[in-house]
Every structure is written in structure tokens, then in C-alpha cells.
């Protein structure tokens, strides 16, 4: 199991952008509390999962099995 950044620099400069604009939080929710806080709650739920392969929401972040 590994994470990794996308592989496509364009889109994650462009979340890293998000990020600092909002202070650390995932750019694409309106909600700021500590569930948004990058990295998200619903990604680190998902890296929990042995069998889950995909992107986060905001396409930063990729889990290899």
C-alpha cells in the first residue's frame, strides 16, 4: 500500500493552491472543520480500507493496494 501524489503536476498545483487559500483545508467542500482538514477524514477512512484504490476527493492524492 503506498500514497502518492496525482501524477498529472498541473492539477496537483492547483489543489496545493486550493489548500493554502484556504488555510489547509480541502478546497472542494464548503465546510472548514477538522473532517476537511487535508488530508481529508473521508480519504483517511478510505486508505483504512485494504481493498479501496483511487483518488481522494479533490484528486490530490492517490492509494496504491
Request: a negative charge; aromatic letters at 10%; hydrophobic letters at 30%.
Given at each position: 500500500?503506498?500514497?502518492?501524489?496525482?501524477?498529472?503536476?498541473?492539477?496537483?498545483?492547483?489543489?496545493?493552491e486550493?489548500?493554502?487559500?484556504?488555510?489547509?483545508y480541502?478546497?472542494?467542500?464548503l465546510?472548514?472543520?477538522?473532517?476537511?482538514?487535508?488530508?481529508?477524514?473521508?480519504?483517511?477512512?478510505?486508505i483504512?480500507?485494504?481493498?479501496?484504490?483511487?483518488?481522494?476527493?479533490?484528486m490530490?492524492?492517490?492509494?496504491?493496494?
Amino acid at each position: 500500500m503506498a500514497v502518492r501524489f496525482n501524477e498529472d503536476k498541473a492539477v496537483v498545483e492547483k489543489v496545493q493552491e486550493g489548500l493554502r487559500a484556504k488555510n489547509g483545508y480541502c478546497p472542494c467542500v464548503l465546510q472548514m472543520n477538522e473532517d476537511t482538514k487535508c488530508m481529508c477524514r473521508d480519504f483517511r477512512e478510505k486508505i483504512a480500507d485494504p481493498d479501496f484504490e483511487g483518488y481522494c476527493h479533490c484528486m490530490l492524492y492517490y492509494k496504491e493496494k
